[in-house]
């Protein structure tokens, strides 16, 4: 029923008002700025543990943004419920580590497929199922970058379910990293993997398998090849840089034909 609120983003169809479109960063602080950006006039509509949502108007069109907190199995839950609400285009927004040498920050990265590090997805469909992004999303995302001008690159993500260990670093609590994973960061370089995030592998995955529409674009504010802590100072530019990518990302698909 329209009324119906799903248990943990709090809300229901008629709260939606038939948005069929989601914007999903990791961050619930992305939340509001992204929505804003989109429409001054959007609104806030609910907050409950990670799953921060405001709902704004781009060229006539409802948009929610909602975000899905850290990783594979929170993103499950909101795709689970958002499309469940009858969001059918979901379109990942965050920040991201780069670890080829060549990619300059700030850099737009438009993912077109990710390494299925996740356990999540595993849920969802065995491990030899590919976690590829929609084409058409990809496509208008890719356009939106280009037309902006902005530094970008377009290729693979590895989606890892931890921040330390699966991304091969050492600067940690105990400074051991597993022997599955040492050396790993060395071999997705060779394998022209662009960089590292937390949520693509099982996003692609799950919308795939509901036949929904998934895509990525991240900003990388931390070269990999260079130093292992993000650098707060790209920050500011690259959250707006997301922003301008996935607004005109989001009108070239409105424009286009259903």
Known sequence: MAHDVKYHVHLS?????DARVAILPGDPGRVEKTAQFLDPDARFLASNREFTSWLATLDGRKVLVCSTGIGGPSVSICVEELAALGVTCFIRIGTTGAIQADIDLPCVIVTTG?????????HYAPIEYPAVADLELTNALVAAVKELGLNHRVGITAACDTFYPGQERYDTFSGYVPRRFQGSLDE??????????????????????????AAMVASAIVSRARAETPDDAVLVEAELNLAR??????????AQPS
Not at 13 to 17: A, G, R, V
């Open 114 to 122: 990710a390494v299925r590090l996740d356990g999540a997805s595993t």
């Open 188 to 213: 997705w370089q060779h394998l022209k993997v662009l960089n590292y995030e937390m949520e693509s592998a099982t996003l692609f995955v799950i919308a795939s398998v509901f036949g929904l529409k």
């Open 13 to 17: 169809q008629e709260m939606l008002e």
């Open 245 to 254: 990518v996935v607004k005109r990302a989001l009108q070239i698909h409105i």
